[in-house]
């Protein structure tokens, strides 16, 4: 099984929703080029019926030398009925701290209701369950991961020199990092490391192909703790994402 975790498409809609409700903001933020529609982080778990995933997404842009973050929490949820599959089938009612999740035409569940932002200041979980899906009340008391890294990201990348991003003690309370550069021209790397890696390397050639231009970098420290509900186990997965958008890739 898969969970996809599409924090970069997230963030962006929400600064669209945000932007478009003020006027003074839309004039001061200028417009960027739409990030490369590539692949967002996946995390695979193969023994698993299912995995709910609790998911904060940062968003640095710089504008005339001023950093604005933007921060968006969201929710996704899987159930199948054989570890690991990939058919999703339907879980009942889902919702995270109260709040309700969507399902999809293909049973995957979201929270996509941002005018109601989520707060992760706890993390209950609630399935009603259906079919082979078992009811499921679950409160996580695992801090959220977190990166304090971003201001040593690089606003630039020479493809000829690769890139170090620095990690480190900058990263908490995460198992594994998820590492992402991107050109806006649809070329992307991904890489995983351990929560403890000092660093995360991107070769010349690894950058060989990426377009100069504009790009983004995306640092994920994620956890992941397993449960059993009806003697099935189900993944709960806390991700963050901080990615810094408009760097220059040359």
Known sequence: MKI???TILIAGAMASLLISGCDKAKEAIPETPAPAKTS????????????????RSVSYTTVSGMTI??????AVAVFSTSPGGGTFVDGGTVTLNSKSLTKSSNN??????FTDPLSFNTLSWN??????VPAISYSDDRPIPDYSGFDAL?????KSAGVTIALGSAITHADSVYVIVTDYNSHS???????NAAECTFSASELAGFTAGQGM???CPWNLKSEDFGDKKFYFIIESAFTKQGITIN
């Open 154 to 158: 690089p606003s630039t990348i020479t």
């Open 69 to 74: 973050p933007l921060e968006v929490n969201t």
């Open 108 to 113: 995957a569940y979201a929270y996509q209701n």
């Open 217 to 219: 970098v995306q640092v």
């Open 40 to 55: 967002a982080p996946t995390i695979t778990v193969s023994d698993g019926y299912g995995a709910l995933a609790a998911v």
């Open 127 to 132: 399935v009603s369950g259906s079919g082979s």
């Open 4 to 6: 996809r975790l599409s």
């Open 189 to 195: 790397i991904l890489k995983r490391v351990g929560g």
